[in-house]
């Protein structure tokens, strides 16, 4: 994850202290554009146009460098990575709030506009919640017009990278459908079990 999203740093690794040898990206960095980049050292660079490991027909147009450098200025001529910080923190104290809500949100993660919420059958085993369940949570979701991935090793986690330009008044109106969902889950008014693939 790069180009502001994480909101404090501009890369995803440098929360781990590294310094890759390649970075490679795509779509963000077009914003909407078909456009991909990868960065290098000069060594690295020198040793593959020193060779024919690599050919790309359309590399380096001045079309898709133009697109490239509007998106890097826009990002940070519009204030969007600080952006990320202020809403992406809204979002996660919200996803809290939830959390302590309703029994079957588990752990909350994230960072900047980077985020996920896992769905557990209850908060004494943390169990996932099945699958189906998350589908009818997200078609709940989906009639709200709020849209999440879904994702996890299990399937039972919601994750959500919204524009890096979404407003704190679109981070509330997120958490109020997902709490309505939530309650709508918790008194019965899902058909959950519409979904269930085994009935």
């Known amino acids: 994850t790069g180009f502001g999203r994480l ?5 995803g ?4 202290g590294v310094q ?3 970075i490679t990206a795509a779509k963000s960095i077009g914003n ?3 456009l991909a980049m990868c960065a290098t050292s000069p060594e690295i660079a020198e040793a593959f146009a020193n060779s024919s490991l690599h050919f790309n027909t359309f590399g380096g147009n001045a079309l898709a460098c133009a697109a490239g450098l509007a ?3 826009a990002i940070d001529e519009d204030g969007l990575q600080e952006n990320c910080a202020v809403v992406g923190t809204h979002f996660l104290q919200g996803f809290n709030r939830l959390r302590e809500k309703h029994e079957i949100v588990g752990d909350c993660r994230g960072q900047g506009l980077f985020m996920a919420m896992e769905f557990v059958t209850d908060k004494t085993t943390n169990n996932p919640l099945p699958v189906y369940k998350i589908m009818a949570l997200l078609e709940a979701l989906k009639d709200r017009k709020v849209i999440f ?3 996890g090793l299990f399937g039972n986690c919601i994750r959500i990278q919204p524009p890096m330009c979404v407003t704190l008044e ?6 109020w459908a997902l ?3 939530l309650m709508d889950y918790a008194e019965g008014r899902i058909d959950v079990e519409s979904f269930n693939p085994n009935k």
């Open 71 to 73: 998106t890097l200025e």
């Open 7 to 11: 909101g404090c740093l501009f890369w």
């Open 179 to 181: 709490d309505q969902v």
């Open 149 to 151: 991935g879904r994702g």
């Open 170 to 175: 679109d981070a509330d109106y997120t958490l």
């Open 20 to 22: 890759p040898d390649i």
């Open 13 to 16: 690794f440098e929360f781990h």
């Open 32 to 34: 909407g554009f078909p």
